[in-house]
């Protein structure tokens, strides 16, 4: 599924900074989640460090999330020769072209095969204390890796049967140093239309998160 986002693109200069991100609270606790750090050691694994906790401000555990709801993702921020500027993601899956139908014939896929932005699989967690966690990457960044450019990692969890989801940000330069920023068009701009923006089948619900892989 293609989205489709007003971007605005407008660059200042910030400290590597955490976004809290609420997913809709309530009486029955709704999910709060927050990035608190990022490091990348000598084997160029990302650790994030994270809270998660609902619209009262108890810590939850992994187990109170739906299963295998938590995922994070990773990408650099570029600038292309045109002097446009995106993210490039470093967590790469490999997809199969898909058959599809155009005017009642059945077509095959230009591409058999082809690599997509994703969330990282298969890293470990660890819990520090009640509410906070880490997740080490299974992905391992490239060894030539911008080590000055700003870098975002975004993550997804929901609860509930995704009635609650939450996708924190953080932004930083691994080097240490200012960030360059890349404003978007704020999540709730969008939702003006999409009442609210429910991508991925609902994990997916802040413009910042889904500009990592599709712009």
Do not use: W
């Not at 029955?28 to 809270?51: C, H, M, Q, Y």
């Amino acid at each position: 599924m293609q989205l489709l986002f007003v971007l605005i693109l407008i660059f200042g200069f910030a400290f590597a900074r955490p976004q809290v991100v609420s997913g809709q609270g309530g009486p029955d606790g709704g999910l709060k989640a927050e990035i608190t750090g990022v490091s990348i050691p000598g084997n160029r694994r990302p650790v994030v460090t994270f809270k998660i906790y609902d619209s009262r401000g108890k810590p939850l555990g992994l187990e109170d999330l739906d299963p295998n709801s938590v995922k994070f993702t990773i990408a650099a921020l570029k600038t292309g020769k045109s002097g446009d500027r995106d993210y490039e993601n470093y967590i790469l899956a490999k997809v199969n072209g898909q058959d599809y139908v155009y005017k009642g014939e059945t077509k095959k896929p230009v591409l058999a095969e082809t690599l997509q932005s994703s969330t990282d699989q298969g890293g470990v967690f660890a819990r520090l204390r009640p509410g906070v966690f880490t997740y080490t990457f299974k992905t391992a960044l490239p060894s030539n890796f911008g080590q000055k450019a700003t870098h975002v990692v975004g993550g997804e969890m929901t609860r509930d049967n995704r009635r609650f989801a939450a996708n924190p940000l953080y932004e930083f330069v691994p080097a240490g140093g200012k960030i360059r920023v890349s404003d978007l068009a704020d999540t709730a701009s969008c939702n003006n239309c999409h009442d609210p923006m429910r991508a991925h089948r609902g994990t997916a619900r802040e413009v910042g998160y889904c500009a990592l892989c599709h712009i």
